[in-house]
């Protein structure tokens, strides 16, 4: 593997050694030095040394794990958080400090992001023909402040396109709690459908057929945004049992690839679970641990 300095000031790169060195095929700019054990992982790593500029440095230097003491546990943390484990459990089972897993928390969901920012980039010279989209609702602390999750899904791979989150206020009974403990509650959904159809709009083909249910304002979203698409609204049906009250009873159900999505991220991010006491605080919480799930999703559950 061809090794360059780190030292963004060193000239060690051909184009930049003096023309006699680099004429010189004996000449190396950057020669082994010795190697050091790692401890975590049990490894020998090889160490280099730049006769440029005189600095020192690894095999693990361009690593994204670089520095990390605990790098082991990263492909074990993305997993335990794709499968229902909370944060605070899986200090306990790793014998960790909780500081450590929020790190990686957030560190794992930024990469997350970023895989699947190149993701969309692959998609863009394929762009999908069908899809199913619709919201998720949740909350945050207390059932008195909703949250929706609009969700866009690959209706024939089953593939997690993009997620928005956003606020919105509460109903039924709880409006008149929420309004008295809490105020009045901004309904950001409008903004969240926005931001979704714009990220799916380079990944989408013009003659794509999108579906849905029958949520009233979900047409005026998709003419302003998608205009040549073609939208077809399926009637809403009651949850079943099973598939966390997701899965609807029906004996053909139209929206069966979003639902069946929906059912797993219900069954699969602990602060989704029905009737649970693990509940998201912050909504930059969830939008971080769905970002870890939909690139665990789309690469390992519905290929495996």
């Known amino acids: 593997m061809k090794r360059r300095c780190p030292n963004p000031n060193c000239n060690s790169e051909p184009s930049r050694i003096p023309f006699g060195h680099y004429q010189d095929p004996k000449f190396k700019p950057i020669i082994r030095k010795g190697s050091f054990y790692r401890h975590r992982d049990r490894r020998f790593i090889t160490k280099y040394l730049c006769k440029q500029c005189g600095k020192n440095f690894s095999a693990s230097t361009f690593s994204e794990d670089y520095r990390q003491k605990k790098r082991d546990l990263n492909p074990i943390i993305v997993k335990q958080?794709?499968?229902g484990t909370?944060?605070?459990?899986?200090?306990i089972l790793l014998e960790v400090n909780p500081k450590t897993i929020v790190r990686k928390f957030r560190l794992m969901a930024a990469r997350s992001r970023l895989e699947h920012e190149t993701r969309l980039k692959e998609l863009a010279n394929a762009p999908i023909h069908e899809l199913q989209f619709d919201d998720l609702e949740t909350f945050e602390h207390t059932k008195c402040k909703p949250l929706s999750v609009a969700l866009a899904v690959n209706k024939k791979t089953r593939e997690i396109l993009s997620f928005q989150v956003s606020r919105m206020p509460a109903s039924g009974r709880l409006a008149k709690i929420s309004r008295k403990k809490y105020g009045a509650r901004k309904d950001e959904?409008?903004?969240g459908w926005t931001r979704l159809f714009e990220?799916?709009?380079?990944?989408?083909?013009?003659?794509?057929?999108?579906?849905?249910?029958?949520?009233?304002?979900?047409?005026?979203?998709?003419?302003?945004h998608l205009k040549t698409v073609r939208h077809i609204r399926h009637p809403g049906a009651r949850g079943a049992i099973t598939g966390q009250g997701e899965l609807k009873k029906l004996v053909f159900d139209p929206l069966f690839a979003l639902n069946h999505t929906c059912a797993m991220l219900r069954a699969n991010l602990?602060?989704?679970?029905?009737?649970?006491?693990?509940?998201?605080?912050?909504?930059e919480g969830l939008i971080d641990h769905l970002s870890i799930y939909l690139r665990y999703h789309n690469t390992v559950l519905i290929r495996s």
Do not use: M
């Open 86 to 91: 909370s944060q605070r459990r899986l200090a």
């Open 270 to 283: 602990n602060r989704l679970f029905r009737r649970t006491w693990c509940t998201t605080k912050t909504l």
């Open 189 to 191: 959904r409008g903004l």
């Open 199 to 224: 990220t799916l709009k380079p990944i989408v083909s013009h003659e794509a057929c999108i579906e849905s249910d029958q949520n009233p304002h979900y047409p005026r979203f998709l003419k302003r």
């Open 81 to 83: 958080f794709a499968s």
